[in-house]
């Protein structure tokens, strides 16, 4: 009985350390900046060292008589006057041509200010180009927004007449310059809807041409919509690198063709937004789409996408498509997604691949951590590369949007021949749910590799998990610790000659792989938000992929960046990661104020019957009966006491 007591008592301190301890709840953070969990964002704004400029015009429509969204100008809008200093909101000049040329003579550290609830009209602009040759990465000029004197309203809005550029950085020559940024401000094109872009020739309506050796631009807070193209960076006459341009936390919506168009080295598109642009040619218009000849160290990180070219109300093309010459491309942290069998075939996450007639091939390309749902082709179609990784990727397909989740192909290649092939290309540690969502290495290859991927299908009939598709064996690196689930159908290990996994062994491949058993997910479905999609699909605590996977095949981190080992199958590692901690957590509260309670209540009775003159063993006695109630609960607390230590050990 005394044994009993003392166990009882020891538990009940663990308690009292738990809870003081503040045992850690992980939370699952959306990587990428989505409308539901808002976007930081970052410092957009340096301090002016230099001569600070004001503008403010209040025009009341735009090109072709289209009215500016969000009713600008806003109430009470007092323009300014070009004859003023312009040192001052109260002296501020009007026009954009005004602002325009002072750009030129701007000294390093200097800032040109637009009124907050201000419109311009740019038709009839004798020109669009911005051009400084003053400053630099360490000392940039600033074209950013203020409040006026008179009041405030939404962000400056510049209304992109047909066939120009809103802020077009290109001279016409090939001296090097930059140092800008651009924060705070919206473009807009012709309304609602975009005029199609095939009429404005002979230049598209763009809000920033990037052309002829320009670097050190940072596009921050600002909006791109009802244009042709967002935003272009192409390079330069004499095959330049524009290098160093950063878009963040930019809104780039409803733009006809492209979102982002181009590359150059060191190029960062990260937490924005994009939706709905794309939509005028299938299979050829898109979100973002890189375009690059020998760029490296291009990143896109941390950005939702959302209706890919609805090319007649369909998704028609890639979300993200990269062609040409590149090293060191990232894909990281992104959710894209399309409504429920809303995407054709010709709708991909992402396109890696070839698409000209000249040489294409690309390097060491990481694609990590991101969330793809509802496409119609593949999540992740990637070819003509050397040593690139597929990793951490969650592939979600409704009933009526099945795709592979990740293809390892060359059936994109260039017309013009000559492309690279495959080589040394791994899919590791990628989940996919639902509809699909299988593996592929098919048509040419070498050192190719699968380590580490779980499949859960909810399909019906025969249903291919992975499809290794290459000539010979000799073509694979490795291939082992996969899981395929089929709950509602027929799962065919290799769809490549319909293989059963015991055939597919005999080729000395996925022989520590699995079929036929629940991989426990946390809480499998098709989730509606990126958060719970990435929480949906950790492991269960007795989950059957925990320490399952290949430590040397596979990833060392996982979708949210966690360490590992250990190494779990699937995309997301369950130390640090699922809501288990917060099981420990809740069941230590409430039994630290049960036991607490109980014995407050015991030592209460113990008083009063001590009066009765009961003995110090019947004393012990009656608290022993009190803490006995609390046996089976106790027993449990310890079951995921000792579990938590085993995950805290590991972690």
Same mark, same amino acid.
């Given at each position: ?15 009292? $350390? ?25 410092? &957009? ?28 100008? +806003? ?14 909101? %109260? ?45 630099? +990465?360490?000392?940039?000029? $600033? ?68 052309? !002829? ?22 390079? /330069? ?25 181009? /590359? ?17 040619? %299938? ?24 209706? @890919? ?10 979300? $993200? ?25 010709? &709708? ?14 690309? #390097? ?75 593996? #592929? ?11 580490? !991927? ?19 064996? @000799?073509?694979? #690196? ?21 293989? #059963? ?30 958060? /719970? ?7 269960? $605590? ?9 430590? +040397? ?47 407050? %209540? ?14 110090? @063993? ?5 608290? %022993? ?27």
């Amino acid at each position: 009985m005394v044994a009993r007591v003392k166990r009882a008592a020891g538990l009940i301190a663990a308690w009292l $350390v738990l809870a003081a301890s503040g045992v850690a709840v992980a939370q699952q953070a959306s990587p990428a900046c989505v409308r539901e969990n808002g976007c930081s964002v970052p410092a &957009c704004y340096p301090t002016i060292t230099g001569t600070t400029y004001y503008v403010c015009d209040c025009a009341t429509s735009g090109a072709a008589g289209a009215q500016p969204t969000g009713q600008q100008p +806003a109430a009470g809008c007092t323009g300014g006057n070009d004859g003023l200093a312009g040192t001052s909101p %109260a002296t501020a000049w009007r026009t954009y041509g005004k602002a325009q040329g002072q750009f030129a003579s701007l000294n390093a550290g200097d800032a040109i200010l637009f009124c907050n609830g201000g419109t311009w009209d740019l038709t009839g602009a004798s020109s669009y180009r911005w051009v400084n040759r003053n400053s630099s +990465a360490g000392n940039r000029v $600033v074209l950013a927004a203020y409040t006026a004197t008179w009041g405030t309203g939404p962000r400056p809005l510049m209304l992109d007449p047909l066939g120009t550029y809103a802020f077009n950085f290109d001279d016409g020559s090939d001296i090097a310059r930059g140092g800008y940024i651009v924060a705070g401000i919206a473009i807009q094109g012709l309304g609602k809807p975009a005029t199609p872009c095939a009429s404005s020739a002979p230049f598209p309506m763009e809000a920033f041409f990037i052309y !002829n050796n320009i670097s050190n631009v940072k596009i921050c807070d600002v909006d791109e919509e009802y244009l042709c193209i967002g935003a272009e960076n192409a390079g /330069g006459n004499a095959n330049d690198d524009d290098m160093n341009i950063v878009t963040t936390n930019t809104y780039v919506g409803n733009n006809g063709a492209q979102g982002y168009l181009g /590359g150059g080295t060191g190029q960062i598109i990260t937490k924005s937004y994009y939706v709905n642009n794309g939509f005028e040619t %299938a299979n050829l218009d898109h979100h973002i789409y890189i375009s690059s000849n020998n760029a490296t160290g291009m990143q896109v990180t941390s950005c939702e996408l959302y209706k @890919a070219a609805q090319v007649g109300g369909h998704c028609s093309g890639a979300t $993200v498509v990269n062609h040409g010459l590149t090293g060191s491309l990232t894909i990281a942290g992104l959710w894209i997604h399309e409504d429920a069998g809303n995407a054709t075939g010709s &709708c991909y996450g992402l396109g890696i691949n070839p698409g000209y007639t000249s040489f294409e091939g690309f #390097s060491n390309v990481i694609i990590n951590g991101n969330a793809i749902e509802n496409v119609g082709g593949a999540a992740v179609d990637l070819s003509a590369c050397h040593n690139c990784t597929v990793e951490n990727t969650i592939c979600l397909a409704a009933p009526t949007s099945g795709f592979e989740c990740v293809a390892l192909t060359n059936d994109g290649q260039g017309s013009g021949g000559g492309d690279w092939d495959n080589q040394s290309v791994a899919m590791i540690n990628n989940t996919g749910y639902g509809n699909g969502t299988s593996f #592929s290495i098919r048509n040419t290859g070498t050192l190719m590799s699968s380590y580490n !991927n779980v499949t859960f299908q909810t399909a019906t009939g025969s249903v291919p998990c992975f499809n290794y598709a290459l000539a010979t064996n @000799a073509q694979y #690196s490795g291939i082992n610790n996969n899981w395929c689930f089929t709950p509602n159908g027929t799962g065919v290990w290799n769809q490549n000659g319909s293989q #059963s996994l015991t055939t597919w062994r005999t080729n000395g491949w996925d022989l520590n792989s699995t079929q036929n058993t629940n991989p426990s997910f946390v809480n499998a479905r098709i989730s509606t938000t990126f958060a /719970g999609a990435i929480a949906d699909f950790t492991p269960a $605590v007795s989950s059957p992929l925990i320490g399952a996977g290949n430590v +040397a095949g596979g990833a060392t981190t996982d979708f949210n960046g966690k360490a590992r080992p250990p190494t779990a199958i699937g995309a997301v590692e369950p130390v640090g990661a699922n809501t288990t901690s917060l099981a420990y957590y809740k069941w230590g509260v409430i039994l630290l104020f049960l036991s607490t309670g109980l014995l407050v %209540a015991t030592l209460a009775q113990q008083r009063k019957r001590r009066r009765r003159g009961l003995t110090a @063993a019947e004393r012990i006695g009656v608290a %022993a009966g009190a803490l006995e109630a609390l046996h089976e609960p106790l027993e449990r607390f310890a079951e995921l006491e000792r579990e938590l230590a085993v995950l805290e050990r590991d972690e």
